[in-house]
């Protein structure tokens, strides 16, 4: 997102870093040597180094150069500017010129796998959101060996420990992966009305379910594999 009036500018935004690029118009151009973002003593922050002689451009981490965090209950919200202004001062009263732009992430996402029964089970696997977050299996309680996804549906039969993990990869400083709910149904449709509760507001309540490890990017977890009473051989995590 970025609020540019009348300027043209493009923004990226992805999980380590934040790219803006603004089109230079005669006004930049003449202010152009004043132009910098929050924090500019770091060389890296500096806006020459990557600007050619069309347009400004800055690379930055989410974390650096000035860059500032705000959030809310849904999302995390990363701040900086292209300014002119002289941020040693405390007031001014000269025009400057100012783009402000930002990163919105969303906390929140929602991942599913899903397993047939016959005797056995399906596994099938589906991500969603903004980070990578990853929902596996595993063969064993050792987590050594994931289940390759190019032998799915997998089978397993009812009672049989299935061996899960669940992992994001962000290197967004102080973000942690908290599993709140997991819930199974009998069709790959989350607010489908037939479901069992398996954790709840990150609390265990199926009694079969072992907590492996935790970690602040991951949880591994394993449960006894079951089947929906007379629903259909499929079901989803």
Known sequence: ??????????????????????????????????????????????????????????????????????????????????????????????????????????????????FTHKDPYSFRERGFGVFTFQFEFFETQNFSRRVNPSSYPVQVYIKQMIFMQIEATSSIPNTELFVEACKATPYDNPNSHISYTIMENGCVKDKTVQIYSRSRSQLRFGMEAFEFIGAQDEDFL
């Open 1 to 114: 997102m970025v609020d540019v009036e009348q300027h043209e500018a493009t923004v990226t935004c992805n999980e380590t870093t934040v790219t803006v690029e603004v089109k230079k118009t005669p006004h930049i151009k003449l202010n152009e040597n004043k132009l910098h973002l929050n924090e500019f003593t770091d060389s890296s922050c500096d806006l020459k180094r990557l600007s050619n002689a069309t347009h400004l451009v800055a690379v930055m981490s989410l974390n650096a150069c000035g860059t500032y965090v705000e959030e809310d209950d849904d999302n995390i919200v990363y701040r900086n500017a292209i300014t002119s202004a002289d941020l040693n001062e405390v007031i001014s009263r000269r025009h400057h010129e100012e783009i402000s732009f930002s990163c919105v992430y969303p906390k929140r996402t929602s991942l599913t796998l899903g």
